[in-house]
Nanobody, 116 residues
Framework: QVQLVESGGGLVQPGGSLRLSCAAS????????MGWYRQAPGKQRELVAS???????NYADSVKGRFAISRDRAKNTVYLNMNSLKPEDTAVYYC??????????WGQGTQVSVSS
């Protein structure tokens, strides 16, 4: 059993910044891939950013240049730094970890709201 705990969400104004954290219950290098997904009401869940165990990153076109995924192995934590936030970034953000070809884990999500 793997636990993923997201934190760092909140309410920010357009143009603001947030840093999301995903704390894992085991060495994050044991995961083949970790990533952040988001889902807004009435919309499909989408991949925002991901990072492989080797450090290769991938970003959705909508967040390129604004978001950055990073990790701290000592803290078993993956981060999503979000800058220049837009109202359309509003969603619940979920952490995902792929342990093997057939095993994936999900956090329970953290709300990001961009308004005012």
């Amino acid at each position: 059993q793997v636990q993923l705990v997201e934190s760092g969400g909140g309410l920010v104004q357009p143009g603001g910044s947030l840093r999301l954290s995903c704390a894992a219950s085991r060495d994050i290098f044991s995961f083949e891939n970790m990533g952040w997904y988001r889902q807004a009401p009435g919309k499909q869940r989408e991949l925002v950013a991901s990072i492989t165990s080797g450090g290769t990153t991938n970003y959705a076109d909508s967040v390129k240049g604004r978001f950055a995924i990073s990790r701290d192995r000592a803290k078993n934590t993956v981060y999503l730094n979000m800058n220049s936030l837009k109202p359309e970034d509003t969603a619940v953000y979920y952490c995902n970890a792929k342990l093997s070809l057939i095993t994936n884990y999900w956090g329970q999500g953290t709300q990001v709201s961009v308004s005012s």
